[in-house]
């Protein structure tokens, strides 16, 4: 079964960097674009990036670009976001996401907290 794994949140004080990553399984990796959204509390979820299924194509929230870099690992089934230059409004519950056969796949999140 498709599943998608979040990892390397934490706390991180304003102007510092964060690497997440989605671990994917369960579907063929190469064939899917793969999306990082994130939900801060009592807002919607918003889209923060995408990546194509080749890596050869990328899109960013106005809020995050240049600072935000999504990529990926076809060794390890994996995707990243660097994050750089985090200010308080990028905490959220961050999440990656995968589209197939009209259906949406979540990952359970991991906590990005932006504070001094």
């Known amino acids: 079964q498709v599943q998608l794994v979040e990892s390397g949140g934490g706390l991180v004080q304003p102007g510092g960097s964060l690497r997440l990553s989605c671990a994917a399984s369960?579907?063929?990796?190469?064939?899917?674009?793969i999306r990082w959204y994130r939900q801060a509390p009592g807002k919607e979820r918003e889209l923060v990036a995408t990546?194509?299924?080749?890596?050869?194509?990328?899109n960013y929230a106005d809020s995050v670009k240049g600072r935000f870099t999504i990529s990926r690992d076809y060794a390890k089934n994996t995707v990243y976001l660097q994050m750089n230059s985090l200010n308080p409004e990028d905490t959220a519950v961050y999440y990656c996401s995968l589209r197939m056969a009209s259906r949406n796949y979540w990952g359970q999140g991991t906590q990005v907290t932006v504070s001094s």
């Open positions: 369960g579907f063929t990796f190469t064939n899917y674009a």
């Open positions: 990546i194509t299924n080749t890596g050869s194509s990328t």
